[in-house]
């Protein structure tokens, strides 16, 4: 068993950076792929990014793809998402992921995830 900690979120004016951090206790997800995902007001949660156990692929949704990198700290066991040129549409709650696979054939479903932070807020505004 993993706890995921999400932790970074704030409030923001567009075009500014926020970095999100996940840290993992209880267990080492070292061996996990990891991603996070976002839910908006009103919205379905969507992918955000991902990444397979060692780091060696990562996978971006289009409408962050430039902007948003993820990576870890295995060290500290910690995730991250550094997040620059933050846009209104980027507002929502953060949640951090991990599966118990080492890659996943399809990182974007989120159904194929097995531990979850309890989510940060990102608000940005215009």
């Known amino acids: 068993q993993v706890n995921l900690i999400d932790t970074g979120g704030g409030l923001v004016q567009a075009g500014t950076s926020l970095r999100l951090s996940c840290a993992a206790s209880g267990g080492t997800s070292n061996n996990y792929a990891m991603a996070w995902f976002r839910r908006a007001p009103g919205k379905e949660r969507e992918f955000v990014a991902a990444?397979?156990?060692?780091?060696?692929?990562?996978y971006y949704a289009d409408s962050v793809k430039g902007r948003f990198t993820i990576s870890k700290d295995y060290a500290k066991d910690t995730l991250f998402l550094q997040m620059n040129n933050l846009k209104p549409e980027d507002t929502a709650v953060y949640y951090c992921t991990a599966s118990r696979w080492k890659s996943m054939n399809y990182p974007q479903e989120s159904n194929g995830y097995h531990y979850w932070g309890q989510g940060t807020q990102v608000t940005v505004s215009a």
């Open positions: 990444m397979t156990w060692n780091g060696a692929l990562t």
